[in-house]
């Protein structure tokens, strides 16, 4: 494990430069692209036109084809009929045309009459004469001159001569009888092909009239030469009709998945397009996958590097955190290709295996929640597309969601990272949501499966859960060993009293590590009242002194029936005695390669404070004392839990050298101290507020107050003789 500590070292300095973090990423991104190259890989099928096809061949993606969907636009083109209109004024003209024909007999007939009359009129009183005779053909003449050549030479003399005879009632009655006959004809559609049978049903209708026969023979001309065409074919919309059922064909798709060719079927020369047109031939190369996946993983790539450079902890910590990612983001994606090569399985998708959960609960325990939720989704993302093999796509869209969704309950699961007891019980819960997810994935898209699928769905949620907790408990060690990460579990481990610096603080300075018991309960309770991390303080506080066990007896806790040494010693020697503490300390710790947090709250638990007691002592022998010589060198504290342990220690060692400790005492003890830290300026490098300091004040006094509750004093009995 050393060597690897070293390693990790080695490279961690390597990534101070953005330049090698860059590089770092790179070089993630062509693994990646090397892991997935097969995946995308364009799936070339060996096919001969008018041979059987060996096997089932599907769709890898939805492509139109245009030449079909040219075709049904043709042929539905073809179906449409055409659109004839019909022009309703045609029946009032023609009724007005015959009624005009009618009008002019009528103006004739009156001529006729006047002429009669008045030559009636000049013949009173000479020999009776003959009456002039009506209805010559010269009369007809007459009426045809008053209508036009259109009209006049498509209808015999006859009819003018039979309506001028007529006597009124029947001219009436044949010019009523007529007009209604054109009128019920006419108000009909009458196509070109019509206009004959048209003219018939006119006539039939004129038949049946009780006219004398040459004016019903005149009536029935009249009508046929009024019936005419009166449906024509309108060119507009039918082409509008043609265009709105050519744009109602939908383009004809292969989509994806869809069978093209089943095993043993013939390829005809319609097939062998449909392959061409879904490129699965085998002389057509796509490199469009590759693009796509070199952009992809770029994009992802570039995002975790722009996360990481936006971070905003210390520069040791962010390469560990990175180079942290690195290692584990590789673990998961050769597991997953790993997992991916079992493909071939007959009954159930591979990807259910895999321990989806692991990355996330690992990175959630080792770094944050944040970073755990983006490796989830970089793998999921990556999902997709390893576990392609047997699906019609380059994106298995469900592999995605199961890796996506178990990562995430993972994480929501995992809820404490105190013990690896609740890691497990984690995974157990895990196994059970894995199998509702897989059961909801395959509901969703409508998968009937056996029941010996539903046994194989059941043991891979099982193993995927399971696997995920027993992969983090597993690796877990080498990853804090090697990174040297202070997780929950360490410091468990830390806080064992059988730990050798411990041991050597019980054994070499007992009345320090008293103090360092006391000062821990301090400071884990007033940690955890303002969301600090209590147990980090608790371990801190053990090991926060562990420099007084190279002099323990110069520190009055361990002075137990010993004169104090420091009587002896100048205040200046004293000073340096106190001070060298820390440094020896945090050079104890370092050896023995403790976490570096807790490092640092042994740097920091005094930060710059005046050692008063010297300082005063110093200045009483001369005058020229400097306070800054009589100060510890820091650093102040840099995190909310240094500075809650600083106020613990100096308040635990007041309390103890109180003759008779009261609530009252107590308050107003804590409250000086943290006033004088506020006014020494050692909270000014770290992020506590005033609010939490309030809080911890509450918190320290409360505990304090426990311990030194009043007691009930015992009277002594006197023994009586």
Known sequence: MSRVYRAVTKLKDLLRMKVFQALLFILLGLITYLVMFDNVMPEKINVSLLTPADKTIRAPQTVVDKEKTEQYKQ?????????????????????????????????????????????????????????????????????????????????????????????????????????????????????????????????????????????????????????IQNEFYDSQKSEEKVQTAVEGVEPVKILQGEVIVEEGQLVDRDIYRQLKLAGLLEEQTSYLPFIGLGLFILLTMSGLFYYFQLNKENTDKKQSQILLFSFVYLLALLIMKTVSLFQEAEYIDMVY?????????????????????????????????????????????????????????????????????????????????????????????????????FVFYIISALVSGLASSILTIGVLPFFETGFGILTTMRLIELSNPNHPLLRRILTDAPGTYHHSIMVANLAESACESIGANGLLARVGCYYHDIGKTKRPQFFIENQMNIENPHDRLDPEKSKDIIIAHVSDGVESLTKHRLPEEIVSIAKEHHGTTLLKYFYHKAAQQREDVKESEFRYPGPKPQTKESAVISIADSVEAAVRSMGNPTAEKIDQLIKSIIVERLEDGQFNECDITMKELDIVKKSLSETLKGIFHTRIEYPEIKKTK
């Open 75 to 227: 042929e539905a083109a073809k179906d449409v009929e055409d659109v004839f209109t019909q022009k309703k004024e045609y029946a009032e003209n023609r009724v007005d045309l015959i009624s005009s024909i009618f009008d002019s007999v009528q103006e004739v007939k009156a001529e006729l009459e006047i002429k009669q009359q008045e030559k009636a009129e000049k013949d009173e009183g000479d020999l009776p004469s003959s009456k002039t005779q009506i209805g010559t053909p010269a009369h007809a003449a007459l009426a045809k001159q008053k209508l036009t050549g259109n009209v006049t030479k498509d209808l015999s003399d006859d009819v003018f001569m039979a309506l001028i005879k007529a006597d009124e009632q029947n001219f009436v009655m044949a010019r009523d009888l007529t007009l209604t006959a054109i009128h019920n004809v006419m108000s009909t559609k009458i196509p070109a092909s019509e206009v004959e049978p048209a003219k018939n049903r006119a006539a039939e209708q004129l038949k049946i009239s009780s006219l004398p026969k040459d004016i019903k023979d005149a009536a029935i001309e009249l009508a046929r030469f009024a019936i």
């Open 353 to 453: 295996f895999f321990p989806a959960a692991f990355a996330a609960m690992l990175i959630k325990v080792l770094l944050n929640e944040r970073l755990a939720i983006a490796i989830t989704i970089v793998l999921a993302s990556y999902g997709t597309i390893i576990f392609n093999d047997g699906t019609a796509s380059n994106l298995h869209i469900a592999a995605g969601l199961y890796i996506l969704l178990s990562g995430a309950a993972g994480i929501i699961l995992l809820y404490t990272k105190n013990y690896r007891a609740k890691i497990l019980q984690a995974g157990l819960f895990l196994s059970l949501l894995n199998f509702l997810l897989i059961l909801a994935l395959l509901f969703i898209m409508d998968v009937r499966s056996l029941k010996i699928e």
